[in-house]
């Protein structure tokens, strides 16, 4: 049975078809992938001299027509087409992204093609058309998964710039906190006169990335009443004297790569209990990173986290469990890929997969407590055959941000 190979969707939202052309639109595109060398009269062959031809294959893309242009000269691609230049029969819709599945459909249909594998990403619409063309078409979950997690050296080097920018606004935040003083309520007020808040702290940090080309989701600037839960945005007035969680994840707006960082701060004097935790958090840090090369799986990486943790007198236990009561422990994994997409494999946690050359992976241990509150500390690694490098700058591993 003859079979071809289909990833589709909207490049400015869709991290699978993004990987596969680097060329960033906001209407619907698919490259079509052949397991041969064949040439396509109907399409334009690329003018991009980075595009990489892949010997005994031929990748076409179809976008849309005011697109097609730039994506020759752009795009990773041996040939590019419009829906127009492989309209079906019936003709083509006036719905762009039915009309780019027709089309799709009717380039494999004239390419001799008998079945279509797409990957998990490839919006319905394309199957529709595929299957109403007669063709066989099914679902490869695995299909790019491992190749998108292997970064290429362009990838490695936007990673870097993201993550670099990240640290830039994690270390602005915490030293604004650790430089405020405190009211008689014990809130923090910042030099410029404004009285602190997770809120408005995490408008500093949008200022501060957006400045740097970033667009960022709601960072994490979570206080002591909420940085007992990992994942709690945080909300209210910021204190002297608490762990004060900052976890800052943004996308860099022209490469679309991601940087992830967390670290903790603490305004005044620091009680013994979160020197003692963040003492643990280090070493169990170090211990993951030491763990991590290719060949590894993610489930060692974060065996040798809690380890780490029970050997400091402290431990694991899986969230909303009653073992979570015992606090302070780990509630979450080492940490998750990251590239396109904030969270994408592999996890370093139970059930993690072997490590490649190339994974980008954050490592990000912490340790929660309802009444302490939590602390974490996080940077982002590239994985290589013995070990892994860090992305960062690194930023210091402390509570104390004056220095």
């Known amino acids: 049975m003859k079979t071809a190979y289909l990833t589709a969707g909207v490049p400015s939202i869709s991290a699978a078809i993004y990987w596969k052309i680097r060329f960033l639109v906001g209407d619907p595109a698919a490259i079509l992938e052949f397991d041969e ?18 010997p005994g294959k031929t990748r076409l893309l179809i976008i849309r027509d005011i697109e097609t242009q730039r994506a020759r000269e752009r795009a990773r ?9 492989f309209p079906p029969e019936c003709g083509l819709s006036g719905d762009r992204e039915i009309a780019t599945a027709q089309s799709v459909a009717e380039a494999f249909r004239r390419a001799g093609i008998e079945r279509v594998v797409i990957d998990r990403s490839t919006p319905c619409v394309y199957v529709d058309a595929i299957q109403k063309a007669g063709i066989a078409c099914e679902c490869d979950p695995n299909r790019g998964v491992v190749e998108r997690r292997s970064k290429d050296a362009e990838e490695l080097a936007w990673i870097r710039e993201a993550q670099l920018a990240t640290e830039d606004a994690i270390r602005k935040a915490c030293e604004r906190i650790a430089k405020a003083t405190a009211d008689q309520q014990g809130r923090l007020v910042a030099k410029d006169g404004e009285l602190l808040t997770s809120e408005n702290m995490r408008l500093f940090i949008d200022r501060t990335l957006l400045d740097s080309g970033y667009q960022n989701v709601p960072s ?12 709690d945005y945080g909300s209210g007035y910021l204190y002297t004297g608490e762990p004060i969680i900052i976890d800052v994840f943004p996308m860099n707006k022209t490469t679309l790569y991601n940087g992830d960082c967390t670290r903790t701060v603490v305004h005044g004097k620091i009680d013994a209990e979160y020197l003692r935790m963040l003492d643990a958090i280090k070493a169990a840090k170090a211990a993951a990173t030491a763990t991590i090369r290719a060949g590894v799986d993610g489930e060692t990486v974060h065996k040798a986290t809690i380890a780490s943790f029970e050997a400091h007198g402290y431990g694991y236990a899986a969230p909303d469990t009653e073992e979570a009561a015992l606090y302070p422990r780990l509630t979450h994994g080492t940490g998750h890929g990251l590239g396109l997409s904030i969270h994408e494999p592999p996890l370093l946690d139970f059930k993690g997969p072997q490590l490649v050359v190339g994974d980008v992976v954050s490592v990000e241990p912490g340790l929660y407590d309802k009444r302490l509150g939590g602390i974490r500390i996080e940077d982002i690694v590239a994985v290589t055959e013995d070990g892994c490098v860090n992305l960062g700058s690194p930023l210091p591993e402390t509570l104390d941000w004056l220095d």
């Open 77 to 85: 691609a041996d040939y590019v087409a419009c829906p127009a230049d």
């Open 37 to 54: 060398e064949r040439a396509f009269p109907e399409a334009a062959p690329t003018l991009n001299p980075r595009a990489g031809k892949i």
């Open 220 to 231: 994490i600037v979570a206080g002591k009443a909420h940085g007992g839960d990992c994942h």
